[in-house]
């Protein structure tokens, strides 16, 4: 685990005791993974890169024509 000194300000500090008091979490240090996680699964984009999907999907014996078959294949896992 990392540990960090950070400055936040009021409404954000606001805001994390809200989020700690509506998930029932231990410290702001739980809140903060919270709200990060949320973000995580909404805003970022977790694909891996094509290149290596086609270099594993390789290494289980599978081929594929395009990558929109190895896209289609792995939304089906």
């Not at 919270?34 to 909404?42: A, D, N, R, T």
């Amino acid at each position: 685990m990392v540990q960090a000194m950070i400055n936040i300000n009021e409404k954000t500090n606001r805001v994390l005791n809200v989020v700690k008091a509506k998930f029932g979490l231990k410290d702001k240090s739980a809140a903060i993974d919270q709200v990060v996680g949320e973000y995580e699964q909404h805003f970022l984009d977790i694909k891996l890169h094509p290149e290596y999907q086609k270099k594993s999907l390789k290494k289980k014996g599978l081929k594929f024509k395009n990558l929109d078959e190895v896209s289609k294949y792995i939304k089906n896992l």
